[in-house]
């Protein structure tokens, strides 16, 4: 990655495809010898050309391995304390992820305009609206800020169901992994032009509900 970076950057400044193709190339050997990731509605992911928002629930650190299954170039936004990790910090920053300070409220009006420049760019984001990952697994209230970029830019956002990754390494206990496979479910795009970004918000938040077992619906 580092090898490359200079000329990604040159050629490829926004979306980083290469830097991405890499992450993904890491994501499938690192779980693959461990367990499974099963797609369900492939169909609807927009084309990889075309900017979007996704957004999905967060049970565990194995959510991010398995979102790469999806075979979209996209953007994280994450907080500022994982890019200091050796490798893992190192390789989001060369790939562009968005660096979050959760506690500056500056840093979070800046993280928005980044987002909607990366969108105009065709860049694509991935937002976890839950904040962070959830320590009892249930669904918790969403943040609008990755539907208010939706809106402004015009963006679609497709709403994502990750299942099973809570069962096999929970919050708190990262050390351990548990047997089982990772499920995602891909709703169909959500139109966000036009749209009231808390409204959006709310209507994701039920699509993703939709196809969580009852007890993990607050």
């Known amino acids: 990655m580092l090898v490359i970076y200079p ?3 040159k ?9 991405h ?16 990731v099963k797609i369900e509605g492939r169909q609807h992911l927009p084309p990889n050309v075309q900017a979007a928002v996704y957004v999905a629930n967060h049970q565990s650190f194995l959510d991010i ?11 994280f936004i994450s907080k500022s304390s ?11 920053f060369l790939t562009g992820h968005v660096m979050l300070n959760r506690v500056d409220r500056r840093s ?6 980044e987002c909607e420049r990366l969108l105009s760019r065709g860049a694509s984001l991935l937002f976890f609206p839950e904040g962070t990952r959830s320590v009892d697994q249930k669904l918790a209230p969403f943040k609008k800020g990755g539907f208010t970029v939706a809106v402004r830019t015009g963006a ?8 099973g990754a809570g069962d096999m390494m929970p919050s708190g206990k990262e050390a351990f992994m548990y047997p089982g496979e990772v499920r995602m479910i891909v709703h169909p795009p959500m139109e966000a032009k ?18 969580m077992p009852q007890r993990l619906v607050s």
């Open 7 to 9: 000329i990604v950057l």
């Open 11 to 19: 050629l490829d400044k926004y979306r980083r495809r290469a830097q």
């Open 21 to 36: 193709a890499v992450n993904t190339l890491w994501a499938k050997l690192g779980s693959f010898p461990f367990y499974r």
């Open 65 to 75: 391995f398995s979102l790469f299954h999806l075979n979209r170039s996209f953007k």
């Open 82 to 92: 994982i890019f200091y990790i050796p490798i893992v910090g190192w390789s989001m």
């Open 108 to 113: 979070q009006l800046r993280v928005l305009q």
């Open 156 to 163: 679609p956002v497709v709403p994502i169901t990750v299942l």
């Open 194 to 211: 036009g749209e009231n970004a808390q409204e959006l918000c709310d209507k994701a938040r039920a699509v993703i509900a939709s196809a």
